[in-house]
């Protein structure tokens, strides 16, 4: 298999802390100043899986990235710089404990519920008579709080949101006025690319200054669902399954070897073989989503080359 890059230990100059997510880890240095790294880590079902997958990293820092760019017109972001290709760095943020999740479907999680025969999700009401996949008459937004590594995020009402003062009801209008604007702006892209977008999450955090921004990964493959836009309306028509671009099909595949992240459940051995078709399908996500080819990065010694990379960047600041 080839090289991957599971977890870091990194000691950069000024460092203070380091906090580890499900994929990245975060370093916070002096002068308000983040640096994230994007591992090769696959998280599913709010479970990281015990190996990597080959270029996940560069692709979702690689993407976010130029989505970030594609967006800073809507709502300003954290991002300052991309010194490898799986590092970003940028202004830290006090993050907002709530995952904004918008959805355009009814697909993954919503369809996995309304199959249980709920029609509120997050105190959202979805009409009677869908079937998976079909589009919803408008975006809906259905909040989950975010989890530590490890933990289920859970999914979470406006009015509870409010009601436990997680954000208080400006700043949470502001939150859904940009993750509205967000998602019809990544519906567009999406659409030049032949695929719907078909749901999503943001991530927001506040400056020192008190400006709110986005943060994280934005219209990733791990944060986001796509389906191809030729043939979608056939395949459903003929409740055929929707072709797909996200995570989804490594969670289909640990569904079909029964795992779901639920208690006493083992995560299914992962061949080499496995992988390697999981890592040809992300750059096959990175491909279609930004219309661009990817130039795979020199693992020979990944954790090395971040290093160098990042101490560069930073040299030249100071």
């Known amino acids: 298999m080839s090289n991957t890059i599971i977890n870091t230990n990194f000691k950069f100059p000024g460092q203070k802390s380091v906090y580890k997510g499900k994929v990245r880890e975060v370093y916070t240095l002096e002068d308000d100043l983040m640096v994230m790294v994007a591992t090769d880590r696959l998280s599913a079902f709010d479970v990281v899986m015990p190996k990597g997958i080959p270029y996940k990293g560069q692709i979702l820092n690689q993407i976010a990235t130029k989505m970030m760019a594609d967006t800073a017109d809507i709502v300003p972001n954290w991002l300052m710089a991309t010194p490898d290709p799986n590092v970003a760095v940028g202004h830290a943020c006090e993050p907002y404990k709530v995952e904004m999740v918008i959805r355009g479907y009814l697909s993954g999680h919503a369809a996995r519920e309304y199959a249980k025969g709920k029609r509120d999700l997050c105190g959202v009401a979805m009409p009677d008579g869908m079937k998976e996949n079909d589009k919803f008459p408008t975006p809906i937004l259905t909040p989950a709080t975010k989890a530590e590594m490890g933990d289920h995020d859970e999914d979470i009402s406006r009015e509870e949101i409010l009601e436990r003062g997680i954000v208080s009801e ?60 030729d043939g979608y309306q056939e395949r459903q028509d003929k409740g055929e399954v929707q072709k797909q671009l996200s995570k989804e099909f490594v969670r289909q595949w640990l569904i079909s070897n029964n795992f779901q992240g639920l208690e006493g459940q083992v995560v299914p051995e992962m061949s080499d073989a496995y992988i390697e078709s999981v890592s040809e399908r992300y750059i096959e996500l990175f491909e279609n989503i930004t219309g661009e080819k990817f130039i795979k990065g020199d693992i020979s010694n990944i954790q090395e080359r971040i290093e160098r990379n990042v101490l560069n960047y930073l040299s030249t600041r100071s």
């Open 170 to 229: 400006e700043e949470y209008v502001q939150l859904e006025k940009y993750t509205r604007a967000l998602f019809e702006r990544g519906t567009e892209i999406a659409a030049k690319r032949g695929l719907i977008l078909v749901d999503t999450k943001y991530e927001f955090g506040k400056t020192k200054e008190g400006e709110i921004v986005l943060i994280d990964e934005i219209h990733t493959p791990d944060s986001s669902r796509y389906f191809y836009a």
